[in-house]
């Protein structure tokens, strides 16, 4: 399996349960990446889209406690147990921070992209990869910049 995210230079990911920022240069780039794999994401995530519907072109996984909740497009799972049997090997996941905390163990390669600024008031944040034992940073791409954010995209393998 695999994640991709967006962090700030403290591994924050969210603030008021939204992204940080939102790079189109990034987004275009998490759309090329996802593109046909299966992506794995909770409920509040799913609400930040769009008109809170599923990502097109991708199976969506989503994963919810509350057992009343369903979305036309997707499939809902209601437990870890369920997900991960459901799970092909090539899905993404791709957020919350919840649903990263609890997939990470099962992920073995991590698209992030870093984003060079601390912004304040996050109050979500994503494991800092670089401490991380079982973590190494393999790839990493130019600096880019857009509104005034620089950022640069790494993988992470754990191995």
Same mark, same amino acid.
């Given at each position: 399996?695999n994640?991709?995210v967006?962090? =700030?230079?403290?591994?924050a $990911? +969210?603030?008021?349960?939204d ?5 189109s /240069?990034d987004?275009?780039n998490?759309k090329?990446?996802t593109m ?9 995530t799913l609400? @930040? ?5 599923p990502?097109? +072109?991708r199976p ?7 057992? =009343? ?5 997707? /499939? ?6 369920s997900l991960?049997?459901?799970?092909p090997a =090539?899905?993404?996941v791709i957020g919350?921070g919840?649903?990263?905390?609890a997939l990470?163990?099962?992920c073995?390669t991590a698209y992030? @992209?870093k $984003? ?6 996050? =109050?979500?944040?994503?494991p800092d990869?670089d401490?991380?034992p079982d973590?190494?940073?393999?790839e990493? +791409?130019?600096i880019?910049?857009e509104?005034?954010?620089s950022?640069?995209?790494c993988t992470?393998?754990?191995?």
């Amino acid at each position: 399996m695999n994640l991709i995210v967006a962090v =700030d230079e403290n591994w924050a $990911i +969210g603030r008021g349960g939204d992204q940080l920022c939102y790079l189109s /240069q990034d987004l275009q780039n998490f759309k090329q990446v996802t593109m046909g794999h299966p992506v794995i994401l909770g409920r509040k995530t799913l609400a @930040t889209f769009p008109g809170g519907r599923p990502l097109k +072109g991708r199976p969506n996984l989503i994963l919810s406690r509350n057992s =009343d909740f369903q979305v036309e497009g997707a /499939q809902v799972y209601h437990d870890m147990d369920s997900l991960l049997a459901a799970a092909p090997a =090539d899905s993404f996941v791709i957020g919350g921070g919840s649903v990263y905390a609890a997939l990470l163990p099962y992920c073995d390669t991590a698209y992030v @992209t870093k $984003i060079c600024h601390a912004f304040e008031g996050a =109050d979500t944040f994503f494991p800092d990869l670089d401490a991380h034992p079982d973590w190494a940073l393999c790839e990493w +791409g130019e600096i880019l910049e857009e509104k005034g954010y620089s950022f640069l995209y790494c993988t992470y393998r754990k191995g």
